[in-house]
């Protein structure tokens, strides 16, 4: 309650804010100022809620229970803020709340502040939609926790990254209606937005490279880029803010090339919003593993995003007039033909990667929802870049002392990264069978499977691998149970590329299970099992919080008394396996009966079989592979840069 109290005030000084900002023409007013910041303000207080929230393991917020545990890291408990819809909603409108503020001491038309807290307002009013503070149904004492396969540095600053880019594009967006409402042939707007763009188009951008280097490093699939449709939702406004980038540029030079700008600013931020409504709305469910479930929200946000849409379209058709006239350009050899050209080729690129994440809703529309493979993403594109990247060449040659030190840096970082991801494709790949500590040669390297290796607290486990002499391991992260949760490849790093093996999970038929009867002696071929005991433990709210069970086992000759024990945990319980007879047995309780008169055992394989039973890996060759990541950092660092320019 209080966090919606807290959204509340937010949302009614952003729309304040708007209300005065249309009402007046100075805005640089201080009371314009003093309610942007209030309602930041709010908006913060109510973030830093939940954040509280998360860390007192508050488990009566549905929100904090769905992505939270006792048990997550610290720096997993920060980024379950924005593991869901909800939280991830509430961190796109802090962004944009604080990005409002510092607009508020800038020289922003009172016109482009009232569009700016207008869409504000929105973000808020979808956040209370879908409010991350609703409390939950049930009474619970354990959260579910965060997917193992979150549970990264990499993910956990990709998403905010994302949202900084994301919010940031609304600036340029709302220069452009501001100007187009005030003054609609004025080039006033296009200095301001021109940088605001660069730090949008330098954060997204670092977002998606990050997310692309999680998908190595973490998923082992081997690639970084899957063409996913929640991937592509932020290619696209990407890929539309560097024309806008460029439209701008051009149009300082030449006011005939205005009206584009306009555009093209409306259509990169109402692909922002489609992007939100495409993977927040269910319609991507059965065709991406990043997708959210779907909710109530999808069509709140359709509806926002026809109105972002068509009403800046309309807008810019009634000012269409009032728009200088000119030539775009004097002759095909001349830098704005280029440039415009380039322009035409990122938005068929921009079109093409559209059509295809659109895929599912558009074939839903017409009949059953169906999406395409990456060939065609791969196969319609790779013409296209292939020219844009002779055209940067060329403009290079030709033109290059009339671009900034920054732009210099971003656009050979561009080519560097088209050649990198060219070159990283062409490597081997196999997949085969490894025995343990047997020597098999695989792409021109030697490679030695050293089997498993078990942590202590049954959390994780390692694929020990010796790669031409050198030690690598690939992690699996275990659920309770023991099963796998995620499971992450294994990467040698050389200067000539990178070694990228990927085990599969091994097949294990050996697990034996045994329902033991209290007092009752039960064998298993080789040992005999006494249930002798078990009890419940309660916590305050007389809750059960953990089952144990005291169990007598024997070869024959020595008895060894264990005590295993099963905690409960949100999802039914989980336990850890005891090893018995210096580890000639391995065995896990998984259940007890309600009347404590039966005990389920499972009798698994010891730690030294499974370390020593094959296992099924791909391996494969990444050329160059550095250079992809050393390519998109210089993208972002020189876009910054440009930002001085």
């Known amino acids: 309650m209080t966090g919606n109290l807290l959204l509340g005030g937010g949302l009614t000084a952003a729309l304040a804010t708007m209300a005065i ?14 309610i942007a910041l209030i309602s930041a303000a709010f908006i913060t207080a109510a973030s830093l809620l939940l954040w509280i929230l998360i860390f007192e393991n508050d488990f009566s917020v549905e929100y904090v229970a769905t992505y939270s545990s006792t048990t997550l890291p610290t720096i997993y408990k920060i980024s379950a803020f924005w593991a869901g819809q909800q939280g991830s909603f509430l961190l796109w409108l802090m962004i944009h709340a604080i990005i409002g503020a510092v607009l508020t001491f800038r020289r922003t038309s009172a016109a482009a502040l009232g569009i700016y807290f207008l869409l504000q307002s929105v973000l808020v009013f979808l956040v209370l939609v879908k409010s991350p503070f609703a409390e939950h149904s049930a009474q619970v004492f354990e959260g579910v926790g965060l997917n193992p396969l979150l549970q990264d540095f990499w993910m956990a600053i990709h998403p905010p990254i994302i949202f900084v880019g994301y919010a940031l594009l609304a ?17 006033n707007w296009l200095e301001e937005a021109r940088k605001w763009t660069l730090l ?20 082992g699939w081997g690639g970084y880029w899957g063409w996913d449709p929640v991937e592509n939702s932020s290619l696209v406004p990407w890929i539309l803010a560097a024309v806008l980038l460029h439209l701008i540029n051009l ?3 030449k006011s005939a090339v205005l009206a584009q700008a306009h555009v093209a600013a409306t259509f990169t931020y109402s692909l922002v919003i489609y992007g939100t409504f495409l993977t927040r709305s269910g319609i991507l469910g059965d065709f991406s593993v990043h997708s959210f479930a779907g909710s109530n929200i999808g069509m709140v946000i359709a509806l926002v995003n026809a109105l972002v849409l068509i009403g800046g379209l309309v ?22 033909f280029i440039v415009l050209l380039s322009c035409l080729l990122m938005i068929f690129i921009a079109t093409i990667v559209w059509i295809g994440m659109s895929m599912p809703l558009l074939t839903q529309l017409v009949g059953q929802a169906a999406a395409v493979d990456s060939d065609f993403y791969v196969k319609s594109t790779a013409p296209i870049a292939l020219t844009l990247a002779v055209l940067m060449i060329y403009t290079f040659v030709k033109f290059g002392r009339m671009i900034s030190l920054g732009g ?49 607290d049954e959390r994780q486990k390692f694929y020990v691998y010796n790669v031409d002499g050198e030690i690598v391991k690939a992690l699996t992260k275990l659920r309770g149970n023991g099963e796998d949760a995620a499971r992450e490849p294994a990467i040698l790093k050389n200067f000539s590329g990178d070694i990228y093996i990927a085990p599969h999970a091994p097949k294990i038929d050996s697990v034996q299970e045994l329902m033991l009867t209290k007092k009752l002696f039960a064998m298993d071929g080789e040992f005999g099992y006494v249930f002798e005991d078990a009890h419940i433990d309660y916590d305050e709210h007389n809750q059960p919080i953990q089952a144990t069970a005291e169990i007598t086992i024997t070869d024959g000759e020595i008895e060894e008394v264990i005590h295993p024990l099963i905690t409960v945990t949100p999802d039914g319980g ?6 018995v007879f210096n580890g000639k047995r391995r065995v896990r309780l998984t259940g007890i009966s309600g009347d404590l008169d039966k005990a389920r055992l499972e009798i698994l394989p010891t730690y030294e079989k499974l370390s020593a039973m094959p296992i099924t890996a791909t391996i494969s060759t990444k050329p160059f592979i550095w250079l992809l990541w050393l390519s998109v950092t210089a993208i972002c660092i020189g876009t910054m840069l440009a930002i001085k320019s």
């Open 171 to 187: 600036v340029p967006f709302a220069l452009s209606l501001g100007s187009l409402l005030t003054e609609a042939a004025s080039r």
């Open 408 to 456: 210099k840096i971003a656009h050979v970082g561009f080519l560097a990264m088209l050649a990198a991801i060219v070159i990283s494709a062409q490597g081997e790949t196999v997949t085969q069978e490894l025995q343990t500590r047997a020597k098999v040669s695989i792409a021109g390297h030697e490679v030695i499977y050293e089997g498993q290796v078990f942590q202590e």
């Open 21 to 34: 900002c249309f009402a007046q023409k100075i805005p640089s007013a201080r009371l314009v100022k003093i």
């Open 315 to 336: 807008i810019i058709l009634v000012k269409a007039k009032q728009f200088p006239q000119g030539e775009l350009y004097k002759s095909y050899g001349e830098s704005s």
């Open 251 to 253: 149009a300082r030079k």
């Open 200 to 219: 949008a188009w330098s954060f997204l951008g670092a977002g998606i490279f990050i997310g692309g280097y999680w998908a190595y490093k973490v998923l």
């Open 574 to 579: 989980s336990s850890k396996s005891i090893e």
